[in-house]
């Protein structure tokens, strides 16, 4: 995130606080993990789990190559873009200072 800040565009322009809290804290090693798993129009925030059932993050993009998979999936073109969920979760106590949510989904 930091390599794309860009406080001309939008779309890659960081908030200030934001900006100064990724510089100066310890977030996790990724925000964003890629996977091949079927992605389509209205999966975004759909939980991505392991082989153990454990939530390890949230679909929130796919690529335009699979868009095709809405009638036939190819092999290899599908690709989900995901949010790692430590990543989450050290946003909402970090950033958001979500304390109570945190403690509701008893993660503290």
Known sequence: MLEKHDPTQYDFCLKD???QLLETANPPAGADFLTDNDITGGNSGSQVMNAKGQLVGLAFDGNKESLASDVWYTPGYN???CVDIRFVLWTLEQYAK???ILEEI???
């Open 17 to 19: 606080d934001w900006k």
């Open 79 to 81: 690709k989900c873009v």
């Open 98 to 100: 979500m304390d109570r």
């Open 106 to 108: 008893n993660i503290r």
